[in-house]
Structures are given as structure tokens and as C-alpha cells.
């Protein structure tokens, strides 16, 4: 069952109390996997209550879908947690996270080439092959570009996802974070975006540094989500529709109203876009 | 699964050794290339930091020990070291103990290692599996008797049970104790790990049970009541499982 066209919130361990006892209105919780790989104890055991109340979305960081190989080992991790959980949703980054055996903890970018192409194709066959479910597969921050590509990363995600029927995961901070990165417009980078494709939006918060070209944006998720985000958030709704949004705030994660908040935000975003939508 | 031949070459060799202090590869480029560096760096920061912090929350004592700046330094030679060889970080840093006790600059630290090996196996502890508690009348029908698999008993070769726990948030970082210590680390039913130094008797009491003993040969040595209350109190004397792990 695909994830409620609903506001959602990354689970965090010390919100679980809060969630509980309030039970907020929300459409899914999601986990990063990785946190949930140990054999019992709390993380199993709050995931488990959230799974009575909540549609759950399970987002992987460490299968390295655009590194050389993929580790069978991690994906038949992954398969387990998926198996356990039967979440709504699994999802992983166009991204490279490992080298030979060692992890390196970091979305690394890759060039978008060909070749680069049917790996990552490749990748993404087998994880939803091993996993017997769809991949929605995220578009990333970058800082910087690679001189061999030779398609923008558009045209990448959307050969990957019509070659392996794979879905999108739309981080509209990672696009706003890389068009000002690369002095790029995120509009021109949504018009060229297969927003069909898209079965859940990210929002995040960024940081940012100066560099004499102008500025250089960090995706950190340290931070509320920026206005500028939140502006195309609402175009992205404008085009695409309500769309399953999740909120992420994973370094310096705030108190629980503050989070809410957040959610709050974007649901009453997709509430707006609804109104619209019937009023038409 | 077959490798296609990659006509613009691996990127990722070079990229990784860019990121531990190697020349930003030439196919990496940017809108303004006189930038090429500061926004290499953003990936070379965000590797070494999420490894660091990863480290620091297995290991808060050992940070609080060493202090911040000190326990970041100490953290880049251990990474170097040791590397992440799994995504699944909670199974990273078993080594950390080991290096500790034999990293130079905190040789006037020896109990560090020490400190660190009752956060490893905490961190352990907190992840192992679960398992339903006996109903105490069952207790003698039981044997061999099976210990959660969250316990562990661990020997240190210093008062490291006191120094780690002075070292906890809120405490005055004085220890009270002084010679060796074996510390008992158990998962508690509301999933807090606990820590304990325990007396040699009652750690070959747990020693013996662990290993498949019946209770009295175990409890030879020792008065075996007290050692049984907490493990009773705390659900640590479970149900065997309908495979048996031996």
C-alpha cells in the first residue's frame, strides 16, 4: 500500500514518549534502516508500537545503489527489516556510500554517464528484485559536478526509473540545496523533473556558506526548512498535486512541538492544495 | 552480477582517497573551478564529522574522559585505523577498546580502554535480542538455565565501573573505587542497560550459568541468592527458545 498523500515525520527515538502519549494526526513515520538492524530491544519494539498506528516508510542510506557493487549482505538486511515491518514504503538515494568493504557514512555523487546509467539500473533491478517491492529512488545534494557527465540529473533519474519501473523520491531541498550549488534554476530543474513519477517529496533543512561565486548551500537536517524551500515545496504541490511529504531534522533534532510544527506546516500546505484542487 | 566495463572510469578510488586528504580528482569540477576545493571539502567534512559523532555517542564517557577537541582528534586515527566495514554503525567500534590501550598520547589514561569496553558492550546490550522471562515457579525444571542474551560480564583490569559511572551525565567525574572491577551489563524490561561491578564469586556464578551449568554446581562457590534475585527481578533467566542456539 503506498504511503497516505498526508504530512509525515522521520522517527526519532527520544520523541517516542510524546508520539504515544498524544498520538499525533499524522500520515507515516519514517526510519532510516540502518538504525533498526540490531536484533531487539527499544528500536524494535518502538517501531513496532509505531507500526499499530502509523503507515511506515523505511528509508535505507547505506545500500551504495550508485557505488561499483552491491553488498549482498546489506541487502539481505534490508530484505529482513522489509520483511519484518511490511513497511508502505522503502526508499534509497542515487548515491555511493561505501568503498569495497569500507562505509564511509556520506551520500557521495556520482557522474551520469551511460555506463554509470546501467549500474545504477542494474542496482536498482536487483534490490527490487531481492526486496519482491518497488524502490523509490532520491535525487541528491551535490557540491559539486563531475566533467564527464553526459545528461543532467533529470534525465538520469527519470531513464532510471522508466528502465526499472522504480519510483521517485523528490528531496525538494536536495534540488533547491544543488541548482544554487551549481548556479542552476530549481523551476527549469523541475520543469525537465518526471513529477509522475513522484510517490513521496523529502523536506529538509539546510546550511549555508559563502563562497566568493556566491553562496554554497549544505544539506545538513540540522535545521527548520528554509522559505525558499518551503516556495517551491508549494510549486512542486501546484504541479504534481498532494503528495506523501516527509519532514527530516536528524542533527540537533528540536523538542517534539517544534518538529510537529513543522509537519504541521506542510500538511496544512497539502490541505490548501486539496481545497483548491475540488474548488476546480 | 556481471561488471560492464565503465568507459569513464571508476570514479570512486580516486574520490575516496580525495576524501582522506588525496588531490581532488580532475573529473570533478564545478560552475566556478576555482572553487573546486572548498566544496571538495564539504564531502571530506561530512565523512570525518558523521564518523566522529557516530563514535562519540557509542563512546560518551571516553569523550567526556579525553574532552571534546582531544576525543575528535583521538577519533580521526582511530577511523583511520578502523574503518566502518558495515553501514550498520551500531557493529562499528569493537576495536575502539583495544586501540585505546595502546594509543600513545592517553598512555597516562590507562583505564581508558577499560571505560570503552563497558560502552562497547552496553551499545551490545541495548541491541541483543530479546527473550521472554521464566516464570520463577519453573526455575528447577529449567536446567541448564538460559541467561539473556543482553547479559555480559566483563572483566577490567580497573576501577572502570566507578570511573564510567562518575563519568555519566550530572556526575562529578570522581571515582570512588580502586583496583580492578568485573562489571555485569544486562538489558533491563524497560530496555535501560544497567551497569554493575560485581564481586569475583558472583561473577563465576554468572560465568558457570552462562556456560550451561546447573545451579548447584554454580553456586558452589557462592551464596547464590542475591545473584539470583537480580537476575530474576530484571527478567534475565528466560524461556528456552524452540531452536535452541547450542
Given amino acids: ?280 | 552480477m556481471p561488471q560492464r566495463s565503465d568507459p569513464c572510469r571508476d570514479v570512486t578510488p580516486d574520490f575516496r582517497a580525495a576524501l582522506a586528504g588525496g588531490p581532488v580528482p580532475g573529473c570533478v569540477t564545478a560552475s566556478d573551478p576555482d572553487e573546486i576545493a572548498r566544496r571538495f571539502a564539504v564531502y571530506r567534512n561530512n565523512v570525518a564529522h558523521s564518523l566522529r559523532e557516530a563514535l562519540a555517542r557509542r563512546f560518551p564517557a571516553v569523550r567526556r574522559l579525553v574532552g571534546t577537541e582531544f576525543f575528535a582528534a583521538m577519533a580521526a586515527e582511530f577511523i583511520a585505523a578502523h574503518p566502518p566495514r558495515t553501514p550498520v554503525l551500531q557493529d562499528w567500534g569493537d576495536a575502539f577498546a583495544t586501540f585505546l590501550d595502546g594509543f600513545p598520547p592517553v598512555a597516562t589514561l590507562p583505564y581508558l580502554g577499560d571505560v570503552a569496553r563497558i560502552e562497547w558492550a552496553r551499545g551490545r546490550a541495548y541491541h541483543a535480542a530479546d527473550a521472554t522471562a521464566l516464570p520463577t515457579d519453573r526455575l528447577t525444571d529449567a536446567e541448564p538455565l538460559r541467561l539473556h542474551p543482553s547479559l555480559r560480564l566483563v572483566p577490567l583490569s580497573h576501577p572502570a565501573v566507578a570511573i564510567w559511572r562518575a563519568n555519566q551525565p550530572g556526575r562529578d567525574g570522581k571515582p570512588r573505587a580502586i583496583g580492578p572491577q568485573i562489571a555485569l551489563i544486562w538489558r533491563r524490561p524497560d530496555f535501560d542497560v544497567s551497569v554493575e561491578a560485581i564481586s569475583p564469586a558472583d561473577a563465576s556464578l554468572v560465568h558457570a550459568l552462562m556456560a550451561g551449568r546447573p545451579l548447584a554446581v554454580a553456586g558452589l562457590l557462592t551464596d547464590p541468592v542475591p545473584m539470583l534475585t537480580l537476575l530474576l527481578r530484571d527478567g534475565l533467566i528466560c524461556e528456552h527458545e524452540n531452536s535452541p542456539e547450542r
Avoid at chain 1, 91 to 102: M, P
Avoid at chain 1, 127 to 144: D, I, S
Avoid at chain 1, 214 to 234: F, K, M, N, R, T
Fill in chain 1, 1 to 280: 500500500m503506498p504511503l497516505p498523500a498526508q504530512a509525515g515525520l522521520g522517527f526519532k527515538p527520544q520523541h517516542f514518549p510524546a508520539i504515544r502519549d498524544i498520538k499525533p494526526d499524522l500520515g507515516f513515520f519514517e526510519v532510516h534502516a540502518e538504525n533498526y538492524m540490531g536484533d531487539g530491544g527499544a528500536p524494535h519494539a518502538m517501531l513496532s508500537a509505531l507500526r499499530q498506528d502509523y503507515a511506515i516508510s523505511i528509508h535505507g542510506v547505506g545500500l551504495s545503489i550508485g557505488g561499483p557493487t552491491l553488498d549482498p549482505a546489506h541487502l539481505a538486511r534490508v530484505r529482513a527489516l522489509c520483511d519484518r515491518y511490511q513497511p508502505d514504503s522503502f526508499s534509497e538515494h542515487l548515491a555511493w556510500s561505501s568503498h569495497g568493504a569500507e562505509y564511509l557514512n556520506d551520500l557521495l555523487p556520482l557522474p551520469y554517464t551511460g555506463a554509470t546509467l546501467d549500474r545504477v539500473c542494474d542496482h536498482v533491478d536487483r534490490v527490487q528484485e531481492v526486496l519482491g517491492r518497488r524502490l523509490l529512488l532520491e535525487n541528491p545534494a551535490t557540491y559539486v559536478i563531475f566533467a564527464q557527465s553526459e545528461m543532467p540529473e533529470t534525465e538520469f533519474l527519470s531513464r532510471i526509473a522508466r528502465r526499472t519501473g522504480c519510483g521517485l523520491l523528490l528531496d525538494v531541498n536536495n534540488v533547491f540545496v544543488s541548482c544554487v550549488n551549481h548556479r542552476a534554476d530549481p523551476l527549469a530543474w523541475l520543469d525537465d523533473f518526471p513529477l509522475d513519477l513522484v510517490e513521496e517529496i523529502h523536506l529538509g533543512g539546510h546550511d549555508e556558506e559563502e563562497l566568493p561565486s556566491g553562496p554554497l548551500l549544505i544539506d545538513s537536517h540540522g535545521a527548520e526548512v528554509a522559505q525558499p524551500v518551503w516556495a517551491l515545496y508549494a510549486e512542486v504541490l501546484d504541479r504534481a498535486g498532494a503528495l506523501p511529504t516527509l519532514v527530516e531534522w536528524d542533527n540537533d533534532v528540536p523538542e517534539w512541538p517544534v518538529l510537529h510544527a513543522e509537519a504541521a506546516r506542510a500538511a496544512a500546505m497539502i490541505a490548501d492544495r486539496r481545497q483548491h484542487a475540488a474548488a476546480q
